[in-house]
């Protein structure tokens, strides 16, 4: 892998690739992540972003079905998005235990 460090010695970006050939691109802001864009060795590519805590706040993935979970600040999924592979759309409202509470789809 390849690490890049700032002039401070803070952690700005990591590269990787696995034996099983995925592959990950995480991005810091010295202290914690914020980002990080990776492909599975299927190809299925995957997004995260990080708050200043270093919590999940949204995850985008497209692997057959896309999707977006966007987060609470305690790093609970509150909200999904997605297109089936068959093309059907959907969306979800989740409370505050991850639990959905309105869905809509065709």
């Known amino acids: ?3 890049l460090i700032d002039a401070k010695g803070g952690q700005r970006a ?3 690739v696995l034996a099983d050939g995925s592959t990950s ?3 810091y802001d010295g202290r914690v992540m ?3 864009l990776g492909m599975a060795a299927d190809g299925a590519p995957e997004l995260e972003l990080f708050d200043a805590k270093g919590e999940t706040r949204a ?4 692997d057959g079905t896309s999707g977006l979970v966007l987060f609470d ?3 609970t999924p509150r909200m999904s998005l997605g ?5 059907t759309p959907g969306l979800g409202l989740l409370d505050a ?9 065709p």
Do not use: E, S, T
């Not at 995850?59 to 497209?62: E, F, G, N, R, V």
């Not at 297109?83 to 093309?87: C, R």
């Not at 235990?97 to 789809?105: P, S």
């Open 83 to 87: 297109v089936l592979d068959d093309g």
């Open 97 to 105: 235990k991850g639990n959905v509470v309105r869905a809509i789809a």
């Open 34 to 36: 914020r980002a990080f």
């Open 14 to 16: 990591g590269l990787v």
């Open 73 to 75: 600040v305690k790093g």
């Open 59 to 62: 995850l985008l993935k497209a």
């Open 25 to 27: 691109l995480a991005l």
């Open 1 to 3: 892998g390849l690490v």
